[in-house]
């Protein structure tokens, strides 16, 4: 028995309904990555991991429904699904995953300040006593005076990057 035009065009429409969900799938790395702010070596492997993951969903798929039969038509679906979903719903998710995000983040920048703000107004209090002690110290030649200037030099000495230092370089 051969394969029906209808039997195809059924096949095509589950490959793009694969599709839109593969577009779905993806849309979780997108927002993972608008969440963590991943660097070029993070979104590759996540990439990487998304269409592993994809061929062998497909793979499933093709078997489950074609008896592993590879052909055009369900290349062809899983692409409109996929298209379809990340042109319309993937662009409205990462929209509001955005917004989500950054109403977030905003909320936790303000309970640092409330958390903080007695901190800082210590600080804008004790400021200036500390500045008129520290002067006192300098003046008078305090011992302290010595080490409080040294600890102060080191502190304004700043490391060399990591990767310009070179120990078993030969010359």
Not at 39 to 57: E, M, N, T, W
Not at 139 to 166: D, M, T, Y
């Amino acid at each position: 028995m051969g394969i029906t035009n209808n039997g195809q065009l059924q096949e095509l429409f589950l490959a793009g309904g694969l599709g839109f969900l593969l577009g779905a799938f993806y849309d979780v790395f997108r927002v993972i990555r608008l969440m963590m702010r991943s660097s070029a070596k993070v979104i590759f492997f996540q990439d990487l991991l998304f269409f592993a993951l994809s061929s062998v969903i497909t793979f499933l798929f093709a078997l489950a429904v074609t008896g592993g039969e590879l052909r055009f038509y369900l290349f062809l679906g899983l692409v409109t699904g996929f298209s379809a979903y990340y042109f319309t719903v993937g662009r409205a998710v990462v929209r509001c995953a955005k917004g989500v995000i950054s109403a977030i983040l905003w909320l936790w920048n303000a309970l640092w300040k409330a958390l903080l703000f007695p901190f800082r107004l210590l600080w804008k209090v004790l400021k200036r006593p500390f500045a008129a002690l520290g002067r006192l110290i300098r003046k008078w030649g305090h011992p302290l005076a010595g080490f409080l200037k040294k600890k102060r030099e080191n502190l304004k000495k700043v490391l060399q990057r990591p990767l310009s230092l070179l120990y078993n370089q030969k010359e």
